[in-house]
């Protein structure tokens, strides 16, 4: 089963290096990133979308 995981990283360069190590230690997570906190909890609202096992 598919887990979400969610990262608050403004550094693009350290989110693409955490997204990939998840990846190798997990390869059954789907890395979301966010560069802002208004957009993430926004979006944690939205009923739309699965709520993350992980918030980073």
Partial sequence: MLKNILLLDDDSDDAELFCEALQDVAPETNC???????KALRQLGNDEID????IF
């Fill in 32 to 38: 979301v990133v966010y560069k802002d906190c208004t």
């Fill in 51 to 54: 709520l993350p096992e992980f």
